[in-house]
């Protein structure tokens, strides 16, 4: 049994939206690497700290956290409603496995002297993690819920499989030809 209604009572004047029962401050976990990865571009020696991020779910975050009603998020979390916390949790796992994936390809990337290959896979990556945190941003402000969360990945995917709207990913022969 949920106590939703409870706990919406209980966020009262904190951060914690009295909607979703979800808070912003966990996309500070996806930001920080974020930032760490944008300047990974000019300065390769930064993947090295990137490189230590790791996932953390929502509970974990606010566990090893400072942020004043940290108990109470996880709390919150626990009975937010489903039509939020499934699609934040379903976004948390893609970027968990899209930044997991990418990390050895950049270790190669800088090991086997190739930085303007490195630049622009890591500016890819952040782009899309952008992305991801604007739309977690969304459900946990209430604004996307499960529907318009799979509507909006079903619209991507379909974009996605046209020829004209899917991008080219370069290799490093395209991006040698870049500088010919």
């Known amino acids: 049994m949920k106590l939703t ?3 919406r009572k209980l966020i009262k004047d904190t951060t914690i939206n009295d909607v979703t029962l979800l808070s912003t401050d966990y ?6 690497l974020i930032m760490l990865l944008e300047m990974v571009g000019d300065m390769p020696d930064m993947l090295e700290e990137a490189e230590v ?7 974990e975050h606010f566990r090893d956290s400072s942020f ?11 009975q937010a409603p489903d039509e ?5 949790d379903d976004c948390t796992a893609s ?6 994936a990418n990390m050895p390809l950049f270790r190669k990337s ?12 890591v500016s890819e990556l952040t782009a899309r993690l952008r992305d991801s945190v604007d739309t977690m941003s969304a459900i946990i ?6 529907a318009g969360y799979e509507a909006q990945r079903l619209a991507d995917e379909n974009a996605e499989d046209k020829p004209d709207k899917k991008e080219k990913i370069m290799d490093q022969s395209d991006i040698d030809a870049l500088f010919d």
């Open 141 to 146: 402000n209430g604004a996307l819920d499960q």
């Open 84 to 88: 939020y916390r499934v699609p934040m």
């Open 5 to 7: 209604g409870t706990y």
């Open 68 to 78: 004043q009603h940290k108990e109470l998020a996880v709390w919150a979390y626990e």
């Open 27 to 32: 996309l500070n976990h996806f930001n920080e």
């Open 95 to 100: 970027m968990d496995a899209d930044i997991l």
């Open 110 to 121: 800088l090991e086997e002297g190739r930085p303007e290959e490195l630049a622009f896979s």
């Open 53 to 59: 991020w790791a996932p953390k779910t929502y509970q």
